[in-house]
């Protein structure tokens, strides 16, 4: 009898899978929008300049100064954004990488991925990956177009599924509306 390790660093259990179909293919491609837009109403930008100005203002009050500049410039470039639309992008899965745009994730830097298509989670459907740097973030990309069963099975020749949460970031933009 083989005995397997499991790597045991606090992370939940692999997903069980009863036979997974290895997939023959040696590349899936999709298109998407690189986010999610969310039409903004007046009263959106209403909210966000009165919440901008009441942070800058506690901020003066408080004599921090440059915190007050940050909290300006931050909300002025968090404006310039807040009517740009995504770009709809090409996905790539090969057997060494996913890549996309100008970004490029090798499958030995990947340490598990999961993929979301629950409309009370996500919006919409999307790809995590979490990397195996202990300083990285997680990667989410939408789905788009992908057959999602398709995906999944090519990506467990490569790569470990494992249930993961979305980025709280995320969570918090897209609830703000952004």
Not at 17 to 27: F, I, L, N
Not at 68 to 83: E, H
Not at 100 to 125: A, G, V
Request: charged letters at 20%.
């Amino acid at each position: 009898m083989e005995d397997k390790k499991e790597e045991s660093n606090g992370s939940t259990p692999p997903i069980q899978h009863d036979s997974p179909q290895v997939t023959t293919k040696k590349e899936i491609h999709w298109k998407a929008n690189e986010y999610v837009y969310h039409e903004k109403t007046v009263d959106w930008y209403w909210y966000f300049g009165l919440t901008a100005v009441v942070l800058a203002g506690s901020a003066i009050w408080l004599h921090n100064i440059l915190f007050a500049v940050i909290i300006i410039i931050g909300a002025f470039t968090m404006l310039l954004y807040a009517n740009k639309h995504p770009r709809e992008l090409e996905y790539t899965a090969n057997n060494k990488e996913i890549f996309f745009d100008e970004n490029s994730y090798l499958h030995e830097d990947i340490r598990y991925f999961c993929i979301i298509n629950d409309p009370k989670i996500s919006e919409e459907k999307i790809l995590l990956l979490q990397l195996k740097k202990a300083t990285s973030i997680m990667v989410t990309i939408p789905l788009g177009n992908a057959d999602l069963d398709e995906l999944r099975s090519f990506l467990l020749s490569f790569i470990e599924e494992h249930k993961l949460a979305i980025p709280f970031g995320q969570v918090l933009m897209s609830i703000i509306g952004f």
